[in-house]
């Protein structure tokens, strides 16, 4: 910071780039196809948020390293309730790790549709666990199995291994029954990432593509070069540029941060199937989002992007505080419905 320049003057400036992110958000939504009408934050949105903001100080707090962060994250997550009226089994995915998860529903098809998730933390954090809650809600919102995967993490395995997880489970997937078209590849922050990675490997190779995408608050520039990551520093608790800095070594090593084959901010994204988007107004990863609708949609892509104000980063795990969360997840649900080639019946 400039020694210079007074408080009251960086505080302004900040509120400036704030106003001015929040504006371009606007711009480029009414260009975008939007799943719905999100409307504006409720006053009982806000408390909600305030609460969850709360809690995840006081897990977070003192945790700088990527161990530290997996810990708190983890133990943040065990306090929230476990999924109801639902079935599972333990799977192994050709040597992936994973749940398939289906509702408990009399006579329900198990095998005809089925949503990929990949679960967020850092490459570094995040587990079957921590995601089963938003899993088992996807299930029932979108009478579909889910598969919930359990990839390798950093700092213990570094990039590709987390995409090769992901990638081996979706083929498992239509090796074990299940037709590409009644596939929906999903996750969230680091697990959005993913999920968009296996799939342009999947357009690389020329072979079966998923119905559709699900990217919620994607991680999709691990250069850190959007305006977001400074405009919404104040207003983002969880992830900052020196987040995305500090996990970009571990896991990259010396692979430089915009390749296509890490980032797809920079990635072809000619021939991606329908995809959805949803990222908080003030999260630092807003222009990851919306820098990666535009690319999509200029290489044709059918884009649906949602941008939800006052939502922090991975609100949608959070049903059981926020009201929001299960608007997001009945939006995710019909998304996959209308994308199924094999849609449930009414």
């Known amino acids: 910071m400039n020694g210079r320049n007074s408080p009251a003057v960086v505080r302004a400036a900040k509120r400036l780039a704030c106003s001015v992110a929040a504006m371009a958000a606007t711009l480029l939504l009414t260009t975008a196809a939007v799943g719905q009408d999100i409307g504006p934050q409720s006053q009982a949105s806000r408390e909600q948020v305030e609460k969850l903001v709360g809690l995840w100080k006081d897990h977070f707090a003192g945790a700088d390293n990527l161990q530290q962060r997996r810990m708190a994250f983890k133990a943040l997550m065990e306090t ?3 999924p109801t009226r639902i079935q599972l089994r333990q799977v192994d995915a050709d040597g992936v790790n994973a749940e398939l998860i289906w509702p ?8 005809e549709r089925v949503i990929l998730y990949i679960h967020g933390g850092g490459f570094s954090g995040g587990s079957i666990r921590t995601h089963s809650l938003l899993a088992g809600s996807l299930a029932k919102a979108a009478s579909s199995d889910v598969l919930l995967i359990d990839y390798r993490l950093m700092p213990e395995y570094g990039y590709p291994a987390q995409i090769n997880d ?3 489970a979706y083929r498992w997937l239509l090796d074990n029954g299940y037709d590409n078209g009644n596939v929906v590849v999903a996750g969230d922050g680091a697990g959005g990432n993913i999920a968009i990675e296996t799939v342009l490997r999947q357009i690389q190779a020329a072979k079966p593509l998923p119905a559709a995408v ?6 999709t520039d691990l250069a850190a070069t959007g305006g977001s990551m400074t405009s919404n520093a104040e207003s983002d ?12 070594k571990p896991y ?5 941060p915009t390749d296509p084959q890490a980032s797809p901010l920079y990635a072809d994204m000619k021939g991606f ?3 959805l988007l949803q990222v908080g107004s003030g999260e630092a990863l807003l222009d990851d989002t919306l820098r990666l609708a535009d690319k999509a949609r200029q290489a044709g892509v059918d884009v649906t992007t949602e941008v939800w104000p006052g939502m922090p980063h991975q ?8 009201d929001d969360a299960d608007r997001a997840s009945q939006n995710i649900a019909e998304f996959a419905i209308r994308h199924f080639a094999d849609r449930p019946k009414e």
Do not use: C, N, Y
Request: positive net charge.
């Open 252 to 256: 990259l090593g010396r692979r430089p």
């Open 80 to 82: 929230t309730p476990g």
């Open 315 to 322: 609100w949608q795990l959070f049903p059981s505080m926020l």
């Open 214 to 219: 699900v990217a919620l608050s994607p991680i």
């Open 166 to 168: 992901a990638l081996t």
């Open 273 to 275: 199937p329908p995809l």
């Open 237 to 248: 608790q969880l992830v900052d540029k020196a987040w995305i800095e500090t996990l970009r």
């Open 104 to 111: 408990a529903r009399l006579h329900h098809p198990i095998g």
